[in-house]
């Protein structure tokens, strides 16, 4: 069976699909001239096939997990913890353009910085001929900000065929999340201590309000009681809930 469930209407009627099933699970969206396919790898690693180019988000855990998948045209890198970011499996995949912080920048190889380009908190330029934003990701609950401080990780927002995608990274549910509009795909992080709650989470969507949702980066937090909160809500966002963990038992 598929690893994914959407919830928007009916929360009661919400199951896990079972099985063991490829982290590659497609998920697809139309966007002006085709399509962005969205495999969820792990935790918060993704691949994301557009029209431009496939670009993969903060790949880790060897390039075994990529085998079956298009190799990367680039890749973003949000921050440098290890989840986030792994050198053996960067110089395992074929080499292409990066976008990174600058904590990641200064922690890689000589000849991986010569194709990383440093992007800041409110930066914008392009990848792939896409537009690329980097919001901030940061902590804001005091007993939390040494993990993500503000000013050094990043969030991206694209905009590929006319649809902006956010990678949210590491964060809380920070002002600069509220601000956002016109998200078309939201990929929001909630697990405790180092991101959100879903109450959080769930409030962000209400401020920001995206077309769609994925949990990611979520660990054992309870998707179904923030799948109800965004309904409750009244934001109208479609919460998707993708396999992440493919290594769980199920």
Same mark, same amino acid.
């Given at each position: 069976?598929?690893?994914?469930?959407?919830?928007?209407?009916?929360?009661?009627?919400?199951?896990?699909?079972?099985?063991?099933?490829?982290?590659?699970?497609?998920?697809?969206?139309?966007?002006?001239?085709?399509?962005?396919?969205?495999?969820?790898?792990?935790?918060? $690693?993704?691949?994301?096939?557009?029209?431009?180019?496939?670009?993969? +988000?903060?790949?880790?855990?060897?390039?075994?997990?990529?085998?079956?998948?298009?190799?990367?045209?680039?890749?973003?890198?949000?921050?440098?913890?290890?989840?986030?970011?792994?050198?053996?499996?960067?110089?395992?995949?074929?080499?292409?353009?990066?976008?990174?912080?600058?904590? +990641?920048?200064?922690?890689?190889?000589?000849?991986?910085?010569?194709?990383?380009?440093?992007?800041?908190?409110?930066?914008?330029?392009?990848?792939?001929?896409?537009?690329?934003?980097?919001?901030?990701?940061?902590?804001?609950?005091?007993?939390?900000?040494?993990?993500?401080?503000?000013?050094?990780?990043?969030?991206?927002?694209?905009?590929?065929?006319?649809?902006?995608?956010?990678?949210?990274?590491?964060?809380?549910?920070?002002?600069?999340?509220?601000?956002?509009?016109?998200?078309?795909?939201?990929?929001?992080?909630?697990?405790?201590?180092?991101?959100?709650?879903?109450?959080?989470?769930?409030?962000?969507?209400?401020?920001?309000?995206?077309?769609?949702?994925?949990?990611?980066?979520?660990?054992? $937090?309870?998707?179904?009681?923030?799948?109800?909160?965004?309904?409750? $809500?009244?934001?109208?966002?479609?919460?998707?809930?993708?396999?992440?963990?493919?290594?769980?038992? $199920?």
């Amino acid at each position: 069976m598929p690893q994914f469930r959407t919830l928007s209407a009916s929360v009661a009627a919400l199951a896990l699909a079972a099985g063991a099933a490829a982290a590659q699970e497609a998920h697809r969206h139309a966007v002006e001239g085709g399509e962005v396919v969205i495999h969820p790898i792990q935790h918060a $690693s993704m691949v994301l096939e557009t029209p431009a180019g496939v670009i993969y +988000v903060d790949p880790v855990e060897g390039a075994d997990r990529y085998a079956d998948l298009p190799a990367p045209d680039a890749i973003l890198l949000t921050h440098e913890h290890g989840d986030h970011f792994d050198t053996d499996t960067l110089n395992d995949l074929a080499e292409a353009p990066m976008i990174v912080n600058q904590a +990641v920048f200064d922690q890689l190889p000589e000849e991986m910085q010569a194709r990383a380009t440093v992007m800041a908190n409110g930066d914008s330029g392009d990848i792939l001929g896409a537009e690329i934003e980097a919001i901030p990701a940061y902590n804001t609950t005091e007993d939390r900000l040494q993990f993500h401080p503000e000013g050094r990780d990043n969030g991206y927002v694209l905009t590929v065929g006319g649809m902006r995608f956010l990678i949210a990274g590491d964060t809380e549910d920070t002002p600069e999340l509220r601000a956002l509009t016109d998200i078309h795909v939201a990929f929001l992080p909630m697990n405790l201590p180092y991101t959100m709650t879903v109450e959080q989470a769930a409030e962000a969507v209400a401020a920001f309000q995206p077309d769609i949702v994925y949990p990611y980066h979520f660990g054992d $937090s309870d998707l179904e009681e923030f799948a109800r909160l965004v309904e409750a $809500s009244g934001a109208g966002t479609e919460v998707v809930i993708a396999e992440w963990y493919p290594d769980a038992d $199920s």
